[in-house]
């Protein structure tokens, strides 16, 4: 079922042998740079064009009114709610502990150093709504914004053709967590909608005043995509902040003798249902495991609903199963290949985990399925993919604040260490750097 690269006995980087997607991100943005200029000068107008355009409808506002996300959590199913209500309490629990606090250094006698945390003031959530909707991605999302204390929250999710409204399911979610701030706008025109806002340029500098279906800027964007809100990401990153180019799902898993063929087959089948260009690999040292489990996969795959699109995740060159020496090789792989969700599944697995450096996140064990933390682990789904787990972290309360420090010297203090202020400052031949510093004792000298 999955095709085999066989490491074994090889001691070269593995960086370039491992199955990845291809997905060319500059491509798309080209494709659709005009869209982002339209909404960026046309506003409202240009979004519901790319709406008709892409999704069929032409909607007749944008903003979801209230009363929608009110009436569609009272019609929610009681199940779901009742899900939903748990995964939102162990995100809070998880993300209320990732809390920073405000920290001074005295770095003399009369010399301070303060970290302040500060929250974004406004952020923009993107709720997918492709081949799945997703209201777990709402809690994944508002939960750490929430917990960071950001006070404006908006969601953009594309709208159902039914309804001309985003997935019922997810406006619930949104009405679960108090979000009541919602747009039925999916895609690139939503990004260029969170990042320029829907008024549009023309409009403004005509001095046109906004209207109650009005979208005002955000100050960043978080939220997983296909590679249309990726590469918008990519076009609208310094008009704001983006969380992360975010591409399709991925897992690995990394297993030796001792794991069940059934229980790798199926955590690999459950990614691979997201998307075709989903990536499942296997890591073993074990020929008989990679067997069973092409064996499993088989077996599983016809049972699950989505077949095709799982067929075409696991035999796309994104997926296959890497058979390495041991579990040294093997960790040397996982940590090159930096998946957004790692599993270990050795004997032996938490110490195994703890050597890893490179995962989104590690699920250790057994008990432990990349899709718990989908929905109720308490860790946050929205991981870094393509490999940015080498350099990027996953969503977190990290995410929505932003570090800014106080200085503050008294004059003796500065007097202290003006001399070494000024040698730098000459040295780099910036000497107004130094006489910002002894124009202060200059009275003093006269």
Request: proline share 6%; charged share 20%; hydrophobic share 40%.
């Amino acid at each position: 079922m999955l095709t085999r690269i066989d490491l074994r006995g090889r001691k070269t980087d593995p960086r370039g042998l491992l199955p990845r997607a291809q997905l060319d991100v500059s491509v798309a943005a080209e494709t659709i740079r005009p869209v982002i200029e339209a909404v960026h000068q046309r506003g409202t107008e240009a979004i519901i064009e790319a709406t008709e355009r892409y999704d069929g409808l032409r909607p007749e506002r944008l903003r979801v009114p209230v009363a929608s996300l009110a009436e569609a959590l009272e019609q929610l199913d009681p199940a779901v709610r009742a899900a939903l209500e748990e995964s939102i309490s162990r995100a809070v629990k998880v993300h209320s502990d990732q809390r920073r606090h405000e920290v001074t250094t005295q770095v003399v006698p009369g010399g301070t150093v303060t970290e302040r945390w500060v929250p974004v003031s406004r952020v923009g959530l993107y709720v997918p709504g492709g081949l799945a909707m997703y209201p777990s991605t709402v809690v994944m999302n508002v939960v750490p914004a929430q917990v960071a204390g950001v006070e404006g929250l908006v969601v953009a999710s594309p709208p159902q053709k039914e309804t001309g409204l985003p997935d019922a399911r997810v406006m619930a979610a949104c009405a679960l967590l108090g979000v009541d701030e919602v747009y039925g706008v999916g895609g690139s025109q939503a990004i260029a909608m969170l990042a320029y806002g829907s008024q549009g340029r023309i409009a403004a500098e005509r001095g046109d005043e906004p209207d109650d279906d009005y979208c005002a800027p955000v100050d960043l964007i978080t939220g997983p995509g296909n590679v249309w809100v990726t590469a918008a990401k990519r076009l609208c990153r310094g008009v704001v902040g983006i969380d992360a180019e975010a591409g399709p799902t991925e897992i690995a898993v990394l297993a030796d003798e001792t794991a069940d063929p059934v229980h790798v087959a199926a955590d690999l089948i459950s990614q691979a249902e997201h998307d075709p260009l989903a990536a499942s690999v296997l890591v073993t040292d074990s020929v008989a495991l990679a067997d069973a489990v092409d064996a499993e996969l088989v077996r599983q795959v016809g049972e699950t609903k989505h077949t095709e699109r799982i067929l075409a995740a696991l035999r796309g060159p994104q997926s296959g199963t890497v058979l390495v020496d041991g579990i040294d090789q093997g960790l040397r792989v996982v940590d090159a290949y930096a998946a957004e969700h790692l599993e270990i599944q050795t004997r032996d697995a938490r110490a195994v985990a703890d050597r890893v450096r490179n995962a989104g996140a590690i699920f250790v064990g057994p008990w432990a399925p990349v899709s718990l933390g989908d929905y109720c682990a308490g860790s946050n789904h929205v991981l870094p993919t393509g490999g940015c787990a080498r350099h990027s972290s996953g969503l977190s309360v990290q995410s929505f604040l932003r570090g800014i420090h106080l200085i503050e010297y008294t004059q003796e203090a500065l007097r202290d260490v003006a001399h070494h202020v000024v040698t730098l400052a000459t040295v780099e031949d910036l000497p107004a750097h130094g006489q910002a510093v002894t124009a202060r004792f200059s009275r003093e000298a006269s």
